[in-house]
Nanobody, 124 residues
């Protein structure tokens, strides 16, 4: 089993930046990719980006490409989501996820482990 805990969310003005943190514990050696997803009220959970823990390959949703960046610190079992140029459409609960089975998947059901989520609210 893998446990994930996110932190770093909050209220930010449009145009601002927020950095999210995700720390993994447990059987972290089994993880192939870490993903970030988000879910706005009344909407389905959607892919934001993902990174392989070995090699650091990344993939991003078109809606965040150029604004969001995923990075990692393998020694600390941490993954980060740096979000810049935020706008109100980025308001959502952001989730960290991990998969031991797939490389850079964009699909919710490909991820076996999920954090509890952290709220990011962007005011206009």
């Amino acid at each position: 089993q893998v446990q994930l805990v996110e932190s770093g969310g909050g209220l930010v003005q449009a145009g601002g930046s927020v950095r999210l943190y995700c720390v993994a514990s447990g059987r972290t050696f089994s993880i192939i990719s870490m993903g970030w997803f988000r879910q706005a009220p009344g909407k389905e959970r959607e892919f934001v980006g993902a990174m392989t823990l070995s090699g650091g390959m990344t993939q991003y949703a078109d809606s965040v490409k150029g604004r969001f960046t995923i990075s990692r610190d393998n020694a600390k079992n941490m993954v980060f989501l740096q979000m810049n140029s935020l706008n109100p459409d980025d308001t959502a609960v952001y989730y960290c996820a991990a998969t031991p089975r797939y490389v850079l998947s964009r699909k919710v059901y490909d991820y076996d482990y999920w954090g509890q989520g952290t709220q990011v609210t962007v005011s206009s």
